[in-house]
T-cell receptor
Framework: QQQVKQSPQSLIVQKGGISIINCAYE??????FPWYQQFPGKGPALLIA?????SEKKEGRFTISFNKSAKQFSLHIMDSQPGDSATYFC???????????FGPGTSLSVIP | DTAVSQTPKYLVTQMGNDKSIKCEQN?????MYWYKQDSKKFLKIMFS???????INETVPNRFSPKSPDKAHLNLHINSLELGDSAVYFC?????????????FGPGTRLTVT
């Protein structure tokens, strides 16, 4: 019930295209749904986060869409650039939990 | 200024040896963690400490022992290293409790056991 599912496992997008990563969760007690970005050889870094009472949050080219009834959320990267090539993790967390539940990750490659 | 630092960055050792990884954060956070990332990039939490107190101890072999001398430091000692321990180990910290979505990760320590 604490699992966060993520798809696709890997994604190849042309420069300028839209990258879409989808996640799903089961437990409705989560308070926050963050996304982390990890470049090769680096630690994950918080990219953007959303609360379940918000349907969409946008920061620059990155947008989280949230569907509370379906228990799904997704990350859209508009105008994808080669510099966006990284592994992306969706996650779920909450004040009633003692840890963050991470999805298995999506490896994104943006090709010129 | 580095927020979460780890040493060493790379660690190559033989089976059966004992090794330690050190972590320090200068963010003033109360909660610190150790994660293991395997070759498939899956992030698995191992331990979390809140103000030097152990909060989470996931299903980790007791060859792994964390130590928190103060709330800015969380070290990981591994006894009798095995091939399966090869992975990247990340230290992280967060300003709130263990369930805080806002986590700051260190650069990782790549452990290779031969």
């Amino acid at each position: 019930q604490q699992q966060v599912k993520q798809s696709p496992q890997s994604l190849i997008v042309q420069k300028g295209g839209i990258s879409i990563i989808n996640c799903a969760y089961e437990n409705t007690a989560f308070d926050y749904f963050p996304w982390y970005q990890q470049f090769p050889g680096k630690g994950p870094a918080l990219l953007i986060a959303i609360r379940p009472d918000v349907s969409e949050k946008k920061e620059g080219r990155f947008t989280i869409s949230f569907n509370k009834s379906a228990k799904q959320f997704s990350l859209h990267i508009m105008d994808s650039q080669p510099g966006d090539s990284a592994t992306y993790f969706c996650a779920a967390s909450g004040t009633s939990y003692d840890k963050v539940i991470f999805g298995p990750g999506t490896s994104l490659s943006v090709i010129p | 200024d580095t927020a979460v630092s780890q040493t060493p960055k790379y660690l190559v050792t033989q089976m059966g040896n004992d090794k330690s990884i050190k972590c320090e954060q200068n963010l003033g956070h109360d909660t610190m963690y150790w994660y293991k990332q395997d070759s498939k990039k899956f992030l698995k939490i191992m331990f979390s400490y809140n103000n030097k107190e152990l909060i989470i101890n996931e299903t980790v072999p007791n060859r792994f022992s964390p130590k928190s001398p103060d709330k800015a430091h969380l070290n990981l000692h591994i006894n009798s290293l095995e091939l399966g321990d090869s992975a990247v180990y990340f230290c992280a910290s967060s300003p709130l409790g263990g369930g805080s979505y806002e986590q700051y990760f260190g650069p990782g320590t790549r452990l290779t056991v031969t």
